[in-house]
């Protein structure tokens, strides 16, 4: 299975792991990813101003080069699968947008949202599939109790993520049952953890992220998961709990797999 890769500024500087881990993986599970050449930074932040342009364009410009390849573009960053999903997602349905983008790429062939994006998630339960994943585990994480941290961006808008059920998901949950962990069903699971508002407002952060491992603490969670950098970075800093770890999902999927 062949597919572009879209990395993102985070993967290359603060969450080297979250890669790492996922290159290892994906070879031990047959997957190529192919890093996209010359990928621009995707802006990290949805524009939702309908007149906004200039910073979708580094996002236009990915779903382009993985079209032009005949290549599925898949993410592992919560945030840059967001922005690429949604812009693609304009470019397919508003043809304002797709019209004033195309007039300033210029493309040989106008982009109208051809591009399929996937999150390695989906690409583990849609294309690999987690009964597969189970067979290639060779270190099962049995004992380990694990709450998945699915936050803001995976999820929601759900129209256009259609990755879950935006209020009960299932695909993390599903995806730690195939490494042969247990996964701790807790309340705050996909809810925000205050990352966006750290700088302005440090204790709104900290209250968010305190309620957040609190609660997978309160299940007897004793490792949460995610895979947004944002995310990892809040509930480590912020946080306060020691008694629970917080990591990439692609660690442990690395680790089951015996590439860690």
Not at 74 to 94: E, G, P, R
Not at 193 to 199: D, I, K, M, Q
Request: aromatic share 6%.
């Amino acid at each position: 299975m062949k597919f572009s890769y879209y990395p993102g500024c985070t993967l290359k500087t603060k969450a080297k792991d979250l890669d790492a881990y996922a290159r290892a993986a994906a070879v031990a599970l047959g997957v190529d990813l192919c890093e996209l050449p010359e990928w621009q930074c995707c802006g990290a932040v949805y524009p939702m101003a309908k007149d906004e342009i200039a910073t979708k364009l580094s996002a236009v410009r990915a779903l382009m080069n993985a079209r032009d390849l005949g290549t599925d573009l898949v993410t592992l960053c919560s945030a840059c699968h967001n922005v690429i999903k949604q812009v693609n997602n304009d470019m397919k349905t508003d043809e304002d947008i797709a019209l004033r983008v195309n007039n300033y790429i210029k493309p040989d062939v106008p982009y109208t949202g051809e591009t399929s994006v996937l999150h390695f998630l989906e690409v583990l339960r849609d294309r690999v599939g987690f009964d597969e994943l189970k067979k290639k585990v060779v270190n099962p994480l049995t004992g380990r109790k694990i709450g998945a941290y699915y936050g803001c961006l995976l999820l929601r808008p759900s129209n256009v993520m259609a990755m879950d059920d935006p209020e009960n998901p299932t695909i993390l949950e599903d995806f730690i049952r195939a490494i042969g962990a247990e996964p701790v069903i807790y309340g705050m699971r996909n809810e925000c953890c205050g990352g966006y508002v750290t700088l302005e407002n440090k204790g709104e952060a900290q209250r968010r992220s305190n309620v957040v491992l609190e609660s997978a603490k309160a299940k007897g969670a004793d490792t949460v998961v995610t895979a947004c950098p944002l995310c990892l970075y809040n509930l480590k800093k912020n946080g306060g709990c020691d008694d629970v770890s917080v990591v990439y999902f692609t660690e442990l999927l690395a680790e089951a797999l015996g590439v860690k």
